[in-house]
């Protein structure tokens, strides 16, 4: 779905959502808690009412997590990157960097083993 594909209204309810982003509410109540770009207003009975930019933000998450595999934590500083902020890094902290063609094999192929393990798991 991309953003012309949003009907054309002010407020949508998260059930809307969900459908337009094929993902459960669930999900999306917890992006809230993980992503301060989306954040729907309230209604008197306490209703999530997502707007446009909403959905638009909710549809970019789920291809970053999804569709090119970041992590939340990833997913995050993509948006940071995005926004122009600047990520704080800890002192203690190293940036990841891997120049050498091998550790990004290397680390590639652990990811693709634990996701084929976790899929056995799910059996």
Same mark, same amino acid.
């Given at each position: ?27 999306? &109540? ?17 209703? &999530? ?40 890094? +800890? +002192? ?16 590639? +192929? ?14």
């Amino acid at each position: 779905m991309s953003s012309k594909d949003i009907p054309d209204k002010l407020y949508f309810k998260i059930g809307e959502v969900a459908r337009l982003a094929g993902v459960e509410p669930y999900v999306l &109540r917890y992006w809230e808690t993980e992503f301060k770009e989306i954040n729907p207003v309230k209604s008197r009975t306490n209703q &999530r009412l997502y707007r446009r930019r909403d959905i638009e933000t909710v549809l970019w998450i789920k291809q970053l997590l999804y569709d090119e595999k970041f992590t939340i934590d990833g997913a995050r500083r993509k948006m940071k990157e995005w926004r122009g902020e600047k990520e704080e890094i +800890e +002192e203690n902290q190293l940036p990841l960097s891997f120049e050498n063609v091998k550790d990004a094999k290397f680390l590639k +192929e652990l990811r693709d083993g634990l996701e084929e393990l976790l899929k056995m798991l799910e059996r």
